[in-house]
Nanobody, 126 residues
Framework: QVQLVESGGGLVQPGGSLRLSCAASGFTLDYYAIAWFRQAPGKEREGITYISKSGDNTVYSDSVKGRFTISRDNAKNTVYLQMSSLKPEDTAVYYC???????????????????WGQGTQVTVSS
């Protein structure tokens, strides 16, 4: 079955860290770039970071730049999102998605993605 499965979400205190995983199955991750999106309650889904197929190009939204790091291990068919210095406004459902889009310049456009995970909840609260 072709799918992306996110994991690693949970409850964390402000200032804390969390690492999300996006595991691919049914296809080879090497052929795709991956992005992470998030959707907070009552808000539209937003793209927050992108990584190219080889991992040599990454892009971050201003809201997470300097705090979040995206990486990938193609041998494990998995992409990671390391989140640090978490804030309450980071509370959201986090999704990963795959694309053949190569430059990353407009990575936040959802219509570029043809497969989405089911999402994992991240709650930042004391």
């Amino acid at each position: 079955q072709v799918q992306l499965v996110e994991s690693g979400g949970g409850l964390v205190q402000p200032g804390g860290s969390l690492r999300l995983s996006c595991a691919a199955s049914g296809f080879t991750l090497d052929y795709y770039a991956i992005a992470w999106f998030r959707q907070a309650p009552g808000k539209e889904r937003e793209g927050i970071t992108y990584i190219s197929k080889s991992g040599d190009n990454t892009v971050y939204s201003d809201s997470v730049k300097g705090r979040f790091t995206i990486s990938r291990d193609n041998a494990k068919n998995t992409v990671y999102l390391q989140m640090s210095s978490l804030k309450p406004e980071d509370t959201a459902v986090y999704y990963c998605a795959r694309t053949t889009y190569t430059t990353g310049r407009y990575f936040y456009s959802e219509n570029l993605y043809n497969l989405w995970g089911q999402g994992t909840q991240v709650t930042v609260s004391s």
